[in-house]
Nanobody, 123 residues
Framework: HVQLVESGGGSAQAGGSLRLSCAAS????????MAWFRQAPGKEREGVAC???????LYADSVKGRFTISKDTSENTLYLQMNSLEPEDTGMYYC??????????????????WGQGTQVTVS
């Protein structure tokens, strides 16, 4: 079992920035595909960004150029730097880990382990 613990959510003004963190195990950060998803009220969960074990990344079109996914293997932490925030970015953000993946994907069903989520509100 992989435990994922998100932090860093909160409120921000449109145009502002927030950085989300996800604490994970050493093995997960180094070997699994890691991703961020979000879910707004009344909407389906959507993929935001993914990073593979080698550092390759994939972003949803809606966040390209504004969000950056990264990981620090020395800190066993996954990050999501969110800049130029928009009200449409409001939602619960989840960290996820995928085990048997061949490439990054933003399909939630491919990820096995999930964190409890952290709320982001942009006004």
């Amino acid at each position: 079992h992989v435990q994922l613990v998100e932090s860093g959510g909160g409120s921000a003004q449109a145009g502002g920035s927030l950085r989300l963190s996800c604490a994970a195990s050493t093995y997960a950060i180094r070997n699994y595909y890691m991703a961020w998803f979000r879910q707004a009220p009344g909407k389906e969960r959507e993929g935001v960004a993914c990073v593979d074990p080698f550092g390759g990344t994939l972003y949803a079109d809606s966040v390209k150029g504004r969000f950056t996914i990264s990981k620090d293997t020395s800190e066993n932490t996954l990050y999501l730097q969110m800049n130029s925030l928009e009200p449409e970015d409001t939602g619960m953000y989840y960290c996820a880990a995928g085990v048997y993946l061949a490439y990054c994907t933003l399909l939630s069903g491919r990820f096995r382990y999930w964190g409890q989520g952290t709320q982001v509100t942009v006004s």
